[in-house]
């Protein structure tokens, strides 16, 4: 959707002839709409289980994607696109929840990383639609990119049900048989299972010693009382941890990466390329460093660890977008079109968005869905989806308007200081999380100064384990 609506959005324009400011709130509102869907999933997947939810999911958007491709005029579209959000905003929370639950510690990071991977894989495929369809009539051309949305949303519905439950969930359920079975395969190792399983029973509240097939849990999992443990009454630990994964998700979008993803064609466009199909082809490339670059992070998140990528994503951003705004800014007060300018400017934009993915991107969702405790994921996860689309709806719906008022220019000035806050934010808070099983997490948190030193102690910590494995 958000790589589609990039191209869309000039063709929509041009057919409904509507305003700048409406085709701001048209692609910027999704993110805004999509809070109610996160809102939801956190009680939705305790209630009804990760997998089933993944699928509710899906069948949201297929039909919010149909609607879409058939709508008739500005109105309808809005309306379309309130459908979709909703299935956005169950699948942003609860995908990497779910990874994260099933993936043994070893490869965490990894797996945890490929919905960000395959989210990136998906605005290449749209900006690759957007340059295909943009061959048919007016009419026709937008609603094709919209409607086609509704392929992998199937995909995704009728693919995850030949995927296991949440070992978490079902235990959280009293289903420790179903949960061995699920552990079993999931593990590196029958030896890894029992103890996966042992830190979940202790989280969840069931004896060790209990090894029957279904048990009575005395108080299901059903959200209550959550939110007061987050917000009112934390531990010095879950406030760190609140914090953490709030900051990460505030800095994420901030930093401007929704501005270049959706618009990248107006940003081609004040750096010199007129043409349609120039500008296509440039975001093409957009997308294609995008995925390349996560998919170099994918291989790294487990090697490297959370931190010392993070902060090498984030410096690279921070510079990625102070050249971009010299050179725009250069651009905007020349009266003739300086070629190197133009190619500096379009370099910048790979560079940002190159950064951006081998950092920032994946690590936000993996970082986030791994730190809360088993009692506060699902509600922890989806309050810092709340804060990621509130943000990348903030950024989405005023960027036009902000270049008009300070100048296209300054727009990326604004960004990159904000960037270069968020780097001194992740340096001070965020401790390292590589290697670390979901029950070990809240040891790393609860001393903000000691961020850099308790991740150093992790990396020692995971070495000293793998040793004592192997």
């Known amino acids: 959707d958000i790589g ?33 869907g996160s809102c939801l999933a956190g009680r939705t997947s305790d209630w009804i289980g990760r997998r089933y939810t993944i699928v509710f999911a899906g069948a949201i958007f297929f039909a919010g994607a149909i609607l879409m491709g058939f709508s008739p005029n500005y109105s309808f579209l809005r309306c379309a696109r309130f459908v979709a959000a909703i299935g956005i905003g169950y699948a942003l929370m609860i995908a990497p929840v779910y990874t994260a639950e099933v993936s043994p510690a070893s490869s965490r990071g990894f797996l945890t990383s490929f919905p960000e991977v395959f989210i990136n ?10 340059y295909a369809f943009s061959k048919l009539t007016l009419k026709l051309g937008w609603r094709m990119m919209l409607g086609i949305g509704a392929i992998p949303s199937v995909l995704l519905a009728v693919g995850v049900l030949a995927m296991p439950e949440s070992p978490r969930w079902l235990v959280m359920r009293g289903r420790l048989g179903d949960a061995t079975k699920v552990l079993n395969k999931t593990s590196d190792t029958k030896e890894e299972a029992e103890l996966r399983l042992a830190d979940i029973k202790q989280a969840a509240g069931i004896p060790e010693s209990c090894n029957d097939d279904v ?43 929704d501005a270049v993803v959706l618009y990248s064609p107006r940003i081609f466009e004040k750096a010199g390329i007129t043409n349609d199909t120039d500008k296509l082809l440039a975001t093409v490339a957009v997308g294609f460093v995008k995925t390349i670059f996560i998919l170099v992070a994918t291989f790294m998140l487990d090697r490297v660890g959370r931190r010392p990528l993070l902060l090498s994503s984030v410096g690279g951003m921070v510079l990625s977008l102070l050249t971009l705004a010299i050179s725009l800014t250069i651009i905007d007060h020349s009266d003739r079109k300086l070629m190197w300018a133009v190619g500096l400017s379009i370099a910048m934009v790979l560079a940002y968005v ?14 986030s869905s ?25 950024i989405s719906m005023t960027f036009l308007s902000l270049t008009k008022a300070i100048t296209i220019g300054g727009a990326f000035f604004l960004y990159c200081g904000i960037a270069l ?30 961020a850099s030193k308790d991740g150093d102690h992790a990396n020692a910590q995971v070495h000293l384990r793998t040793h004592v494995q192997t």
């Open 421 to 450: 806050v968020g780097w001194i934010f992740f340096f001070t808070v965020l401790p390292e999380t590589r290697g670390k099983t979901l029950e070990e997490m809240g040891g790393a948190f609860g001393k903000f100064s000691a």
């Open 121 to 130: 894989g998906g605005i290449l495929l749209g900006y690759i639609s957007n």
């Open 4 to 36: 589609v609506m990039s191209g869309a959005a000039i063709y929509i324009q041009r057919d409904l002839k509507v305003s700048d400011v409406k085709i701001e709130i048209l692609l910027g509102i999704i993110n805004l709409y999509s809070l109610i």
């Open 354 to 367: 190159a950064t951006f993915s081998i950092g920032a991107g994946p690590i936000t969702w993996v970082y």
């Open 215 to 257: 048990v009575e849990i005395a108080k299901k999992s059903t959200g209550e009382g959550v939110w007061k443990e987050l917000f009112l009454y934390p531990t010095p630990a879950v406030r760190h941890i609140l914090i953490a994964a709030l900051g990460i998700h505030f800095f994420q979008q901030a930093s401007g990466v």
């Open 370 to 394: 791994e730190i809360f405790p088993l009692r506060l994921r699902a509600q922890g996860a989806a309050a810092g989806v709340v804060v990621n689309r509130t943000t990348s709806g903030v």
